[in-house]
C-alpha cells in the first residue's frame, strides 16, 4: 500500500517548512493543507488536540504533531534516502541539543524584534545577533551544522532565513554585515532545491508581516 501523507500547515510558518523540507529531502510525496488558524479546521483540531496548533504530519491516518518531533519521524520512517539525523547517539544527541537551542532562541527573540520599540527592541536585537554569533560558532567552518551533509539542525534552523527581512528591516540592523558566515550558510542551503522550493520569499513574508503589525495596532 503506498503511503498517504498529508501535511497541515501556515505558509509563514517556520515550524511547517521544516517538514516541508524534510519531506524534499526525502522525496516524499504529500498533500498540504494551508490552515486558517482564526478558523482551524476539524481535521487539525482532531489530529492535534492537546495544542491545536501546525504543523502536524498525518501518515496513514496516524497524526505526528509538533515540527522536531515529525522531522525525526520522517527521517526514521524514510530512512533509506538523506539521513538527517547521524547513526552515533553522542552525535545525534549533539543534533537535537542545536535544534533545542533554535525551538528555545529563535521563534521568541524574532518575534520581540518587530513587535516592540525603543529599549525593549533595542535588548532584543542584542539577544538576538548574540543567539546568531553562538550558532555561528557551531556551524565553524563546516559548510552545514551536520559537517558535510545537510541535516538536522539545518532543517530546524533555515526556516527562520524566510524571516530575514522581518528582523532586519523592524530592527533596522543587518545580519550579513555582522555575521557574514552564518549567511554564506543561508545561502548555501538556498542553493539545494529542497529548500529553495519549501521556504517563501522573504518578501512575501515581510508583506505578511506588515499586515499583521497593522491588525496588532503596532505602527
Excluded at 7 to 18: C, Q
Aim: aromatic share 12%; with cysteine; net charge neutral.
Amino acid at each position: 500500500m503506498a503511503d498517504h501523507v498529508v501535511l497541515l500547515g501556515f505558509w509563514p510558518s517556520p515550524f511547517g517548512m521544516r517538514l516541508r523540507i524534510a519531506l524534499a529531502e526525502k522525496g516524499v510525496q504529500y498533500e498540504y493543507k494551508d490552515e486558517d488558524l482564526r478558523n482551524k479546521s476539524p481535521l487539525l483540531l482532531q489530529s492535534n488536540p492537546v495544542h491545536k496548533k501546525v504543523p502536524v504530519l498525518i501518515h496513514n491516518g496516524k497524526a505526528v504533531p509538533e515540527s522536531l518531533i515529525a522531522v525525526q519521524y520522517i527521517d526514521e520512517v524514510w530512512k533509506d534516502k538523506a539521513p538527517l539525523l547521524p547513526s552515533d547517539p553522542h552525535l545525534r544527541a549533539h543534533a537535537r541539543f542545536w535544534a533545542d537551542y533554535v525551538d528555545k532562541k529563535m521563534p521568541e527573540i524574532g518575534r520581540k524584534v518587530w513587535t516592540t520599540k525603543g529599549e525593549e527592541q533595542d535588548a532584543a536585537k542584542k539577544e538576538f545577533l548574540e543567539c546568531i554569533s553562538v550558532l555561528e560558532g557551531e556551524l565553524g567552518d563546516k559548510p552545514y551544522f551536520g559537517g558535510k551533509t545537510f541535516g538536522f539542525v539545518d532543517v530546524a534552523l533555515i526556516p527562520f532565513s524566510s524571516w530575514l527581512s522581518v528582523y532586519e528591516k523592524f530592527g533596522n540592523f543587518s545580519v550579513e554585515a555582522e555575521h557574514p558566515k552564518f549567511i554564506a550558510w543561508v545561502k548555501r542551503c538556498l542553493e539545494k532545491e529542497s529548500v529553495s522550493k519549501s521556504i517563501p520569499d522573504q518578501q512575501k513574508v515581510y508583506d505578511f508581516v506588515l499586515e499583521m503589525r497593522k491588525k496588532l495596532g503596532i505602527e
